[in-house]
């Protein structure tokens, strides 16, 4: 089954605007969060990561909210570019494991 | 990305035909990942290396092996492909922490 469950499937934001994706897990064990983006013919890149011991990470207009009661984390984009306009993948792990479990993707579109 | 380097880039292959994909680091990360990405499915652990010779399996290994001779090189190879097996190939490397940085993917289609 699906360890980690990803949504919306696809998000279509104006320029300027901010996009949010949302994933949930049920594995409590894990401590690594990662969010990765890819573009059309490329690896996934990491973006941002963050551990359970934080509610919330930001670095420039990408933020990770981590809500450790619900087992959720979101990725926020604000100020929204057309150049943001990629797949997005969470991902969960346990530190010390060899398995990155990876969201299912969200497919961004902005919107100039 | 990373100092690796998957290939070929592309292949199509026919049923029943063995396939081998290589992948390349020139960073001497003791352990290395071979994913397949699927639309719906995400990015999924085929197998993975700690070190030369030393493999183990991830979530969807049936139908699949793999060799690591060399630290520098992973490779995977699909002993007798099948339709299901069309997809697109990530080889990925660790980095100091948890981190896992991705290759540049192989797109095999198996006719």
């Known amino acids: 089954q699906q360890q980690v469950k990803q949504s919306p499937q696809s998000l279509i934001v104006q320029k300027g605007g901010i996009s949010i994706i949302n994933c949930a897990y049920e594995?409590?064990?894990?401590?690594?969060f990662p969010w990765y983006q890819q573009f059309p013919g490329k690896g996934p890149a990491l973006l941002i990561a963050?551990?359970?011991?934080?509610s919330e990470k930001k670095e420039g207009r990408f933020t990770i909210s981590f809500n450790k009661s619900a087992k959720q984390f979101s990725l926020h984009i604000m100020d929204s570019q057309p150049g943001d306009s990629a797949t997005y993948f969470c991902?969960?792990?346990?530190?010390?494991?060899?398995?990155?479990?990876f969201g299912t993707g969200t497919r961004l579109t902005v919107i100039p | 990305d990373a100092g690796i380097t998957q290939s070929p880039r592309h292949k199509v292959t026919e049923t029943g035909t063995p396939v081998t994909l290589r992948c390349h680091q020139t960073?001497?990360?003791?352990?290395m990942y071979w994913y397949r990405q699927d639309p719906g499915h995400g990015l999924r652990l085929i197998h993975y290396s700690y070190g030369v010779k030393d493999t183990d399996k991830g979530e969807v290994s049936d139908g699949y092996s793999v060799s690591r001779s060399k630290t520098e090189d992973f490779l995977l190879t699909l002993e007798s492909a099948t339709s299901s097996q069309t997809s697109v190939y990530f080889c990925?490397?660790?980095?100091?922490?948890?981190?896992?940085?991705f290759g540049q993917g192989t797109r095999l289609t198996v006719v």
């Open positions: 991902a969960a792990s346990k530190t010390g494991a060899n398995n990155l479990f």
């Open positions: 963050i551990r359970p011991d934080v």
């Open positions: 960073e001497n990360h003791r352990y």
């Open positions: 594995n409590t064990a894990f401590d690594y």
């Open positions: 990925a490397i660790r980095g100091t922490g948890t981190e896992a940085f």
